[in-house]
């Protein structure tokens, strides 16, 4: 791939079986990214998605963490951020789609939006990144197009614009109308790709033209207007319906990406906006993975490039401390195939050897100047546990394996003040499955977990406070950097708090997102 090949860097955000992973497939097969088109449910098939790699994930057959793909198309390198999905759901998640500049966002069009993909749209909205959507399960019989709009623009608060519109659904499908360029888009048996301009189409019956004629009447004269401008800024969003599974669309799906997918943006760090074709390489570390190949047991940091270009052997600073390194270890990734990479460009996503440099959040960049990326947000756990080694003569691993991980970023740690019982947080209970694992397979530690009934935290962020505040409802823990935190069991409790102390000043830690 040349240095040169534009890139376009998104993740795909959807809820559990929505198809994202049947998509991402065959978005892999147009750009020659995967040999075979393997099917993904491991559980159910045997096979494994080239994107689940770790042992974890092959137990469960999901995908745990997040992998990297690439496709090249339309001389686009395209690279696909891989996220997990909902039980499966974790901060992994959430991180990786500060590293991407563009979210697509698949939509089970028989069950609309559900709840995770709320949430992650939330973290893109944040962003303000470009957000495409992918109604899938044409074949199926879904909810009405038009409901299946006016519910994004009621629930997610953005405006819609659909690029094609099917004509019929599930048994009756017939195709999709591309409004580009006025074509449709036969469904066939077949799977083969026939698109033929609407003037000449012969598939259609009087009752079925009519139909699609309203409709799109109805989408002229009372749909949003589109502009890249807006789509550019995450206010309105492209839809394009489809079917994954029968690879109905995918491909006028992935030519119209290219076209709208933001390329890779500017970046905030250090108060100034960092452009990607400056001559400084700079980047930062968006997810550390332990053990990514149990024949190689190492620690990849994930970075995200940012400005400049990287080539393997350079210099660079590590801003957080000003220490110098030389990256000798890089490699770009295919699932658990890695590749030694030489050089990479803005939007590409490197691996690097990390022997315990790196936490999550870390820019590196050339030059003397200690740039620094705006700040990983913090994530608020919904999720905490009271954890001890089972066996306490292992205390040493014990501490040393939760150094690491809570490093990682695996999960985060709170520590009671007098009694320093630690408490473990996450974003989901996957979280902690995957820290037991391992703490056991890599530190051979058995973790004793109690899972606390409270799903809230917040931080104090002014006044005073006192081992009082923990009651049998709410508790009060130090995080990392020792700032008190209280654990609270829900938004009674929380508001019943703020009653009694009205002095005390609590945040999310992701107030922006509130
Ligand atoms: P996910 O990654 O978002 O979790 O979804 P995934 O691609 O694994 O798809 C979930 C299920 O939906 C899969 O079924 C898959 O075959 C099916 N699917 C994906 N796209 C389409 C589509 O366009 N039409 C239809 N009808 N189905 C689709 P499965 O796991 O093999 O079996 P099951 O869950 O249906 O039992």
């Known amino acids: 791939m040349s240095n040169e090949t534009p890139r376009r860097t998104f993740a795909i955000i959807s809820h559990p079986d929505a198809g994202k992973t049947t998509l991402t497939e065959k978005l892999l097969l147009l750009g020659g990214g995967i040999r075979s088109a393997g099917t993904v449910k491991g559980k159910k098939s045997g096979k494994f998605a080239t994107s689940d790699w770790m042992e974890i994930e092959k137990q469960r057959g999901i995908s745990v963490t997040s992998s990297v793909m690439q496709l090249i198309y339309n001389d686009v390198q395209i690279n696909i951020l891989d996220t997990p999905g909902h039980q499966d759901f974790s901060e992994d998640t959430y991180r990786t789609l500060t590293a991407v500049d563009t979210a697509v966002m698949v939509i089970d069009s028989v069950k609309g939006i559900e709840a995770q993909t709320l949430k992650l749209f939330k973290v893109c909205r944040m962003r303000g990144i470009p957000i495409l959507t992918f109604i899938n399960k044409l074949d199926r019989e879904g909810k009405e197009p038009l409901d299946l ?45 026939e698109i033929i301009p609407y003037d000449e189409q012969h598939v259609l019956q009087d009752f079925e033209k009519e139909r699609l004629e309203e409709d799109i009447l109805l989408l002229e004269e009372a749909g949003n207007e589109y502009t890249m401008e807006k789509v550019q800024n995450g206010q309105l969003t492209p839809v394009f319906f489809g079917s994954a599974l029968s690879s109905f669309g995918v491909q006028s799906f992935l030519n119209n990406f290219v076209k709208i997918a933001a390329e890779p943006q500017p970046r905030k760090a250090s108060g100034e906006l960092i452009e990607p074709a400056s001559n400084t390489f700079s980047g930062f ?12 047991r190492d620690r990849i940091a994930f970075l995200r490039v940012c400005s400049g270009k990287f080539e393997r052997g350079m210099e660079v600073m590590l801003s957080r401390t000003g220490k110098k390194m030389k990256l000798n270890q890089s490699h ?41 990326y705006e700040e990983m947000p913090q994530f608020p756990p919904e999720k905490f546990a009271k954890i001890m080694a089972k066996n306490a003569l292992k205390h040493k691993q014990y501490h040393k394996g939760m150094e690491q991980l809570v490093q990682e970023g695996t999960i985060q740690l709170y520590k009671t003040p007098y009694f320093e019982d630690f408490i473990i947080g996450a974003v989901g209970e996957l979280q902690f499955q995957v820290f037991e694992y391992r703490m056991k397979n890599e530190y051979n530690v058995d973790i004793e977990f109690t899972h606390l009934t409270h799903e809230l935290a917040r931080w104090v962020t002014k006044g005073e406070v006192t081992d009082r505040m923990t009651d049998s409802r709410r508790m009060l823990v130090l995080d990392q950097q020792k700032r008190p935190v209280i654990l609270f069991e829900n938004d009674f409790t929380l508001r019943m708090f703020q009653d009694k102390y009205p002095d005390i000043k609590l945040s999310t830690g992701w107030e922006i997102l509130e």
């Open 285 to 296: 570390v968006f997810k550390i993975q332990a053990n990514m190949n149990p024949n190689h």
């Open 149 to 193: 709009l006016a519910e994004i623009e009621e629930v997610l608060e953005m405006e819609t614009y659909p690029m094609n519109w099917p004509i019929g659904m599930g048994k009756t499908l017939r195709g999709i109308y591309s409004r580009p360029d006025k074509k449709i888009e036969v469904y066939n048996d077949s799977h083969e790709r």
């Open 332 to 372: 770009s990734f295919f699932a658990s195939d890695r590749e030694t990479i030489d050089t990479a460009m803005p939007g590409d996503i490197i691996g690097l050897y990390d022997s315990g440099n790196f936490q999550v959040g870390d820019t590196l960049v050339t030059g003397s100047e200690r740039l620094i």
